[in-house]
């Protein structure tokens, strides 16, 4: 029976899971690893291969792009289903299984209303790579480039990306006021039009409406043939809410977003304190041989 530890300042931990669990996928910034950090703690790479030989599948699931996540997860990558770009594209190393685009008409007026907001920089993703305009010597362009290892160009107009091949737009502020800049588009039309997901305290991501990390978890446990009782999902962020709708667990850790904390069905230790692999180990122990 699983038994989820927690911070004892929340006092809220499940008394027990007894069904079987066979599908975990968690958020990496501020759930798996501090936001931006470059690596990820080693012990994740014995203990999530040691989760997969009883039969329980792991999937980052991310904001980040995908080559971001595989540089992050190197060692067993190979082994991974990805969700990433905010629920906009899933895939595992060899595949691209499915991607939920903006819809074309919608990227020029996006990336204009970016520009029009003080302090924002613009992004845009593709499959396979990312494009900003802010220079190479942007606080965009070197945060992504050399914290996130992203694939990213810089370009004099990111509007000459083929808007057919845009996943997402993003709204770069790095002075932690994303949420505070940007209310003359969360506040618009727009909201009906577009999910305006907060990623963090820079970061606001305008993704397709039938797009998030809640539309492609629930698209892998379809495709892996997973009831929804039997997975858990992990994260720390408002992006993070549709997963939670999406899973038999939803699991969060004390560091997280109190709006976050207060829907999870748990919440465990701070991101600093590896609350994550503390649950992730405590499943192994307990989880049957074969599955």
């Known amino acids: 029976m ?5 911070d004892r300042k929340e006092e809220r931990a499940l008394p027990g899971l007894t069904r079987m ?34 039969g329980i599948i792991f999937c980052p699931c991310s904001g980040r792009s995908y080559q971001s996540m595989h540089t992050l997860f190197e060692p067993i990558a190979d082994s991974l289903y990805f969700i990433s770009e905010n629920g906009t594209i899933l895939r595992t190393e060899e595949k691209v299984l499915y991607t939920w685009p903006v819809p074309a008409e919608y990227v020029r007026p996006l990336v204009e209303e970016g520009r029009k907001l ?11 790579k990312t ?45 932690d006021r994303i949420e505070e800049v940007c209310t003359p588009v969360t506040e618009s039309d727009w909201a009906k039009k577009v999910q305006l997901l ?35 999902y992990f994260g720390d962020n408002m992006n993070d809410l549709s997963a939670f709708t999406e899973a038999g667990v939803s699991a969060t850790v004390s560091s ?36």
Not at 2 to 6: D, E, L, R
Not at 141 to 170: C, G, W
Not at 204 to 217: D, I, R, T, W
């Open 256 to 291: 997280a977003r109190s709006e976050v904390r207060d829907a999870a069905d748990m919440v465990g230790h701070s991101v600093r304190h590896e609350g994550v692999l503390r649950e992730l180990k405590r499943i192994l122990a307990v989880a049957p041989d074969h599955i």
């Open 21 to 54: 669990i066979r599908l975990i996928a968690s958020d990496i910034d501020g759930t798996l690893v501090p936001d931006g950090a470059p690596a990820l703690n080693p012990e994740y790479f014995e203990v999530i291969p040691a989760l997969q030989k009883k």
């Open 131 to 175: 494009y900003c305009e802010c220079g190479e010597d942007g606080e965009l362009y070197r945060t992504m480039h050399d914290d996130y290892h992203y694939n990213i160009e810089n370009i004099p107009d990111v509007l000459d990306v083929p808007a057919d091949q845009v996943l997402k737009v993003s709204y770069f502020h790095a002075g």
């Open 2 to 6: 699983f038994q989820f530890t927690h």
């Open 198 to 232: 907060c990623a963090g305290t820079k970061w606001l991501e305008c993704v397709a409406l039938n797009a998030g990390k809640g539309e492609a978890f629930a698209l892998l446990q379809e495709l892996l043939d997973i009831p929804q009782e039997e997975t858990v």
């Open 118 to 128: 003080p302090g924002i920089s613009v992004m845009i993703c593709t499959p396979d």
